[in-house]
């Protein structure tokens, strides 16, 4: 026997697979996020993280992305890896408290730095490093706000932070979890990236100079960039969980519709 749909039953059909592509669409993006990688390290030693900045548009090439480093929990050294094509920037500023290390006190701090002159097309994504430390010890985690600038003018920013009990945010920042030292002494974490001396070849030094001149969009008038002690869970692990939930979901849902419709049809036929 046969089976015909009628024009509701394809209308309606037609609107369950746009909903189930929605979902896809929707998933993929979850995970699309601007991250800091290893998202995990130990208080106190050095370590180096890299920010990874996939390219969510399908016309334009991302072109500039900036990275708040808070003060409010200075870090002494910071550097950044050359990126070929590109060009970074930082910008320093005074701490209202000086940081003791055994060179001396530090009395100012990298609080921003901003990648320019290249660009990350559709479809691809880049890594920008930055070697940090020592790692804060009255913290466990450092949010890194961030802005990503597209081609056509278009500013992503990556600033909002997980609340606890609620969704993950569409927008969320980067955000380095900071575990305790081990109690032998040692600042490796569970990623093993951590160490009590700054790396091989590289020496801490205090930042110097004026600061220099930052790009149009500032970070500093988007609110208090420390969450609460409840959201250690990880935003970007949050986000891509909801989607694939959402896209399984979706698509048991839609076969079952469609099950159903066919069964349907072919039983008034």
Known sequence: MSTKLTSGTRRTAVLLATAAASLLAAASAAEAH???????????????????VPNEEANASTTALEVDIPVDHPIASV????????????????????????????????????WTGGKIDPGQFQEFDVSLGPLPKDTDQIVFKALQTYSDG???????????????????????????AAANGSTTGATGSGSTTAPAGSTATTPTGAPTTAPSVSLAADGDAKAGSGS?????????????????????????AIVALRRKDTSSS
Do not use: C
């Open 154 to 180: 278009n500013v992503v920013r990556w600033i909002d932070l997980q609340q606890p009990g609620q969704p993950a945010p569409d927008h969320p920042a980067p955000v380095l979890h900071l575990t305790p």
């Open 79 to 114: 550097s950044v890896r050359p990126v070929p094509g590109w060009t970074a920037t930082t910008t320093t500023t005074q701490l209202a408290t000086p940081i003791k290390t055994g060179d001396g006190e530090v009395t100012a701090a990298v609080s921003k730095i901003v």
């Open 34 to 52: 601007v991250t800091v990688n290893p998202n995990s390290v130990s208080q106190g030693g050095y370590t180096k993280v890299s920010f990874r």
């Open 232 to 256: 250690s869970s990880s935003s970007d692990t949050s986000a891509r969980t909801l989607g694939v939930a959402g896209l399984i979901v979706g698509a048991l849902g839609f076969g079952t």
